[in-house]
Each structure stands twice: as structure tokens, then as C-alpha cells.
């Protein structure tokens, strides 16, 4: 049993380029998140979706897209990568039919230079 | 808007003190509240809660909230080198699932 995988582990990325991290779950959790964490700022949550083949935006969504075309998926895409998109990137998710926790996969460390 | 406060934002101890880690919240809609640990990498469940009152135990760790006041702590008695780590609180609302986290508190347990 998996639960959450994400890739890459890590990814070095010329400002500019486009970028898509894959997340992954087989605990067929109807809720999956993409969060952010940066040192002194905690995680905050750029989308969500509650369902497949619907998304939401979180607290800071400028500058990347989601879409969820099954259960099991998450990708995130960063369209055209700029520095300030440095950070470790965490996928989660939950099953929201009952008052449960989320649950993290391994994060992604991306660097834009 | 949400918010999620955490305090001390860092601690350092000796192994064997007893630490009370704090968490405060401004949300509408309460539904519950979660605390993670937080090593190298992914955060890890510790407890959820939603009820005051009613502590949530494991080991040597403990959680108990309060819905009046709008706070929750998180006991860690006995500490070991291997309690290191960020501790995050975080909170649902209303009908939706997601959690917002508070900034995370970093604990040093020295031998």
C-alpha cells in the first residue's frame, strides 16, 4: 500500500519553464490538496478538489492550474516557473465523507532559478 | 478569513521536561481541530479534535481543546531527542475539508 506518492523527489527548473508535479493516491480519497511550505510561513494551500472532475483555488493559487480527471490524481502545473516558486510542494489528501485527517504524501522540493 | 495561531514559534529543551505547545484560532464554523508532526518530511497525524474537553492521548503525548476560548494544546511529557520536530496545528470549517495550518512551532530536545 502506497497511500500518496508524489515525483519528482526534487527538480531544479530554469525560470520560464513549465513544470507538472504529479500526486498520486490509491486510498480512493473523494479530497486531494496541493500545499506549499516555506520556511516561516507554515503550509498554505494553493488548490484543492473535493471530487473528481472538480477543483477549487486555496490561499495562494496564482500561478499554477490543477485538474483532476480521476480519483486517483493530482497533478500540479506550473505554467511558466518564476523564483518565488521555490518551495516544497505537498500533496494530501482525505476522504470528506467522514470528519477524518488529511493525509501527506512525501513532497517535492522544486528549485526555479 | 481564517487564522491559525501557533506559540512559542520555537523551543529548546533537555530531554525529560515536560513542553505545553499552544495553539489559538479565529475560524467561522468551527469542525475540528488537527495536530501534525513534522520531521524531514511529510507531516504526520497526531490527533484530531472536536469536542471540548475531552483529551486525546498517546504515549506520552496529549491534546485538549477548548471551543470556548478557542485554543488547543499539545502536552509532550517525558521528551526524547526524537520529539525534534515542527508541530503543526491546523483547522476545518464549515462544510468544506480544507485545513488551514498555522506557521508551526520548532522543538529542540537536547540530550
Known amino acids: 500500500i502506497a497511500g500518496i506518492t508524489q515525483a519528482p523527489t526534487s527538480q531544479i527548473l530554469a525560470a520560464g519553464r513549465r513544470m507538472t508535479l504529479r500526486c498520486t493516491q490509491d486510498m480512493r480519497h473523494n479530497a486531494m490538496y496541493w500545499y506549499r511550505q516555506d520556511l516561516g510561513l507554515g503550509l498554505r494551500l494553493i488548490h484543492y478538489s473535493n471530487t473528481a472532475g472538480t477543483t477549487g483555488k486555496g490561499e495562494v493559487p496564482d500561478g499554477y492550474s490543477v485538474s483532476r480527471a480521476n480519483t486517483d490524481d493530482f497533478p500540479l502545473t506550473l505554467a511558466s516557473a518564476v523564483p518565488s516558486q521555490t518551495s516544497v510542494y505537498f500533496c494530501?489528501?482525505?476522504?470528506?465523507?467522514?470528519?477524518?485527517?488529511?493525509?501527506f504524501g512525501p513532497g517535492t522540493r522544486l528549485t526555479v532559478l | 478569513e481564517d487564522k491559525v495561531v501557533q506559540s512559542p514559534l520555537s523551543l529548546v529543551v533537555h530531554e525529560g521536561d515536560t513542553v505545553t505547545l499552544n495553539c489559538s484560532y479565529e475560524?467561522?464554523?468551527?469542525?475540528?481541530l488537527l495536530w501534525y508532526k513534522q520531521e524531514k518530511k511529510a507531516p504526520t497525524f497526531l490527533f484530531m479534535l472536536?469536542?471540548?474537553?475531552i483529551e486525546k492521548k498517546s504515549g506520552r503525548l496529549s491534546s485538549i481543546l477548548d471551543k470556548k476560548e478557542l485554543f488547543s494544546i499539545l502536552n509532550i511529557t517525558a521528551t526524547q531527542t526524537g520529539d525534534s520536530a515542527i508541530y503543526l496545528c491546523?483547522?476545518?470549517?464549515?462544510?468544506?475539508?480544507?485545513?488551514?495550518f498555522g506557521k508551526g512551532i520548532t522543538l529542540s530536545v537536547r540530550p
Open positions: 494530501a489528501s482525505s476522504d470528506t465523507d467522514r470528519v477524518t485527517e488529511q493525509f
Open positions: 491546523a483547522v476545518t470549517a464549515g462544510a468544506n475539508s480544507k485545513l488551514t
Open positions: 472536536t469536542s471540548s474537553g
Open positions: 475560524v467561522t464554523n468551527f469542525r475540528s
